[in-house]
């Protein structure tokens, strides 16, 4: 499926482009490799069938294979956009008061801190992320749900909801969160309102989005901030460079490493089976499958964007003359 707005800076051939989503999905369709998020229990009745992948290109046009339409709540990918409001509420110098930018090699939901700045290591781990929550401004809970709403509106172009059974799922059972937010709150990186910044944290994980709506926010991002659909600006430009370093290096977890070196794109995981993946200036990519690998990445979606990398000289290393773009 594609949006037929004429291209501006881009010219994607479209039948071609369909061609390698559509050989994609058949290629790894009957992928069965992995299990679901099944330390959350609403994630564990995720139908492990699902499967999706879509493109968003900065000039509004979009293509999507799958269960594109199909609902899942957005997970560990919201660190990214809850980093950016902070960027925006605070500055990145008070920011790095409270967040470092330095991969881990550890698992995403390590209790671990740096030992000399007592910081989490980046925003994209759950400490990072906790503490990246805790900044977004507002007079008290409910303003601050409203504007991290507000912002996702901005990035997908329509109203942003909570899946409430997710997130009561996600709260319940969330203690290994808890002990982080007690250990940065002994070290001043969060202050005492400690259930309120999880509640907060626990519903912009559970913020229902779609395929599409993963590849547009990425698009946006792709789009120094600015929605191609709406062309509306949805995150001061002055942060995009901030937000796709740390997603290069951090995005990924213990995996980013190898992902750089074989996709070598700026992306973000979520453990609902979702992956974004930014191609500066030019596209967005997002793959949704709920089957994860021992990291807490999408299985297919790993494999997609490798296949997708290689064949569309997407990586941005890529020294190729032949590219797509």
Known sequence: MANQAH???LEIPSAPFLAVLNDLY??????????????????????????SICIATVDGQTYSVGNHQQQFTIQSISKVFAYGLAL??????????????EPT????????LDEQSKRPYNPMVNAGAIATTSLIKGSGATERL????????KYTGHNALVDISVFTSERSTGHRNRAIAHLMLNFGMIDHKIEEVLDLYF?????????????????????????????KQALDSRYIKDILSIMYTCGMYNFAGEWAY????PAKSG???????VVPHKIGIGVFSPLLDMRGNSLRGVKVCEELSRRLGLHLFECSTDTTF
């Open 146 to 153: 409203n504007r991290v709403l507000d912002m996702f509106s």
């Open 203 to 231: 519903q912009q994980c559970a913020v229902m989005v779609n395929c599409q709506d993963l590849a547009l926010m990425a698009a946006t991002l792709a789009n120094r901030g600015i929605n191609p659909i709406t062309g």
């Open 26 to 51: 058949s290629q790894y369709k009957s992928l069965k490799e992995g299990q679901l998020a099944n330390y959350i229990p609403e994630l564990a009745k995720v139908n492990p069938e699902l499967f």
């Open 105 to 112: 090699g550890d698992a995403f939901n390590a209790i671990i």
């Open 88 to 101: 925006e509420d605070h500055g990145r110098d008070y920011v790095l008061t409270k967040v470092g930018v």
């Open 7 to 9: 291209p501006k800076d």
């Open 271 to 277: 453990v609902c089976g979702g992956i974004i993946a």
């Open 262 to 265: 074989k996709v070598g794109l």
